[in-house]
Every structure is written in structure tokens, then in C-alpha cells.
């Protein structure tokens, strides 16, 4: 991985605790993970459901693009036993 893309992504991992507050403020229960937007390194943020159309939820946390899909439940992996 190049230093651009090692730099562009610990600032993701930096600006997830805050997002996680954000959308947990404003929706409840979220799951917020690392994915592409528009090319570039930006956080998910999965909901249980649609959010109430008066929410404006926020394109960008802390500089970071965001992607918001509704997925249903939200359940948290467990790692495969070895």
C-alpha cells in the first residue's frame, strides 16, 4: 500500500469513533465499517432501517466521505473457529 493510501486510510479509522457517535445520536442502533466512496477510502454506516426523511444525516465526518445503506438487522460477526 502506498504512504497516500496508508494516510488516507488511518484517517478514516480516526474520524470512525466519531461518526459512530453521530449516526448513534441521531438514529439509534448503527454498524459503521470502512468501504470506497467515490474512489477513495470512507466509512459505512448501516442501519436497521430507512432513517426519518427530517434527519439530515451528514455526507462527511471529520473530512471523510460517508455512505449511508439501510440493511436490515445489524448483527455482529463472530470469528470463524479454527
Do not use: C, W
Not at 471529520?62 to 470463524?80: A, L, M, N, Q, S
Request: hydrophobic share 35%; net charge positive.
Amino acid at each position: 500500500m502506498s504512504q497516500e493510501s496508508d494516510a488516507a486510510l488511518e484517517k478514516v479509522r480516526a474520524a470512525k469513533p466519531a461518526a459512530e457517535k453521530i449516526f448513534t445520536d441521531l438514529l439509534g442502533e448503527v454498524s459503521i465499517g470502512i468501504t470506497r466512496v467515490k474512489g477513495t477510502y470512507g466509512l459505512k454506516v448501516n442501519l436497521t432501517k430507512a432513517p426519518p426523511s427530517k434527519i439530515d444525516l451528514p455526507a462527511t465526518v471529520d473530512g471523510v466521505p460517508v455512505h449511508v445503506e439501510v440493511t436490515g438487522p445489524i448483527t455482529k460477526r463472530t470469528p470463524p473457529k479454527s
